[in-house]
């Protein structure tokens, strides 16, 4: 396809790893997602279910492919996995790495509203509808339209609840690990929501999955949320899984939340659960 160019490809558990590039009109810069081909795509004539996986603040599109260990489970349940990268790249505006969580690495999946930030801060857009769209023009033979879910981390969680809550449908299935779950009450998201949203709080309730879910009138939809016990960021309530339950719970959508004894917020934690979240999926876009 036109735009699209392939960065590397590695056979895992029977399967292809690969890294593409491409131009987003979005963000307007080149970007690099992932893509894990399950053995079952061999020979293009079966279509798959897919998971969108979002990653948290720091990260690229290659710490979930390094680090997680998800293609054992992929291949097993037969399931393609796309991961974008966490904001624009390349692009130069002040201030943009300064921190670690805010500008690059630190997209929000959100699409900003301030300058200078507005231009090309769209990840919201970017996720669901640019590379959305691309990856079910250019991987048609083996993508199923009708059977797509997204995960994520931290910042990911946060961009896979609201992805899920403000595009009805879209996902069919939704779980986070260590989701940052209310950001208009944590010091993660008030400053970021400050810096690529303004001043206006209207706007920030607008990608707060805590409040979304109170509104929320889709398709009937539990949410999987796990975390960590001795996560540091939940315990300095960058996090608050509590307050997206007692919203969900408020309004009847299932929520199940997952307390960890003992895991922290890194991969090592990830890794040792991400076999149940593809279950949990699988179970819903396999159905
Ligand atoms: N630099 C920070 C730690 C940053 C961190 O823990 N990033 C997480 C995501 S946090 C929320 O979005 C991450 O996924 N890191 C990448 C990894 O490979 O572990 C600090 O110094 O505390």
């Not at 593409?20 to 293009?44: D, R, T, V």
């Not at 691309?134 to 059977?147: E, G, Q, T």
């Not at 890794?271 to 979240?277: L, M, V």
């Amino acid at each position: 396809m036109e735009n699209l160019e392939q960065v590397s490809s590695n056979k895992i558990f029977g399967g292809q790893q690969r890294v593409y590039s491409h131009e987003s009109s979005e963000l307007k810069c080149k970007m690099n997602f992932s893509l894990y081909l399950p053995p079952q795509a061999e020979g293009g004539d079966v279509k798959l279910p897919v998971i969108y996986y979002l990653s948290g603040l720091t990260c690229t599109e290659q710490n979930f492919i390094t680090k997680s260990g998800f293609q054992r489970y992929a291949a097993e349940h037969g399931i393609i996995v796309i991961g974008p990268d966490t904001s624009p790249r390349g692009v130069k505006i002040d201030g943009d790495d300064e921190s670690w969580d805010f500008g690059v690495s630190a997209g929000f999946y959100l699409d900003a509203a301030k300058e200078p930030w507005s231009k090309n801060y769209r990840m919201g857009s970017y996720l669901n509808t640019e590379l959305y769209d691309l990856i079910l023009k250019a991987f048609s033979n083996v993508v199923d339209p009708d059977r797509i879910g997204i995960m994520g981390h931290s910042m990911g969680g946060h961009g896979a609840l609201v992805s899920t809550l403000r595009n009805p449908g879209q996902y069919k299935s939704v779980s986070a690990f260590a989701p940052i779950c209310n950001p208009t009450a944590c010091p993660w998201g008030v400053k970021a929501f400050n810096g690529y949203l303004g001043e206006d709080k209207a706007k920030w309730v607008e990608w707060d999955a805590t409040e979304l879910v109170k509104k929320y009138e889709g398709p009937p939809l539990t949410l999987l949320i796990d975390q960590g016990a001795a996560d540091k960021f939940y315990i300095e309530k960058q996090l608050l899984p509590e307050n997206l339950v007692e919203a969900c719970r408020s309004v009847g959508v299932p929520v199940i939340l997952n307390l960890r004894e003992g895991y922290d917020h890194s991969y090592y934690y990830i890794s040792s659960f991400i076999g149940e979240h593809f279950d949990f999926h699988a179970k819903i876009l396999k159905a």
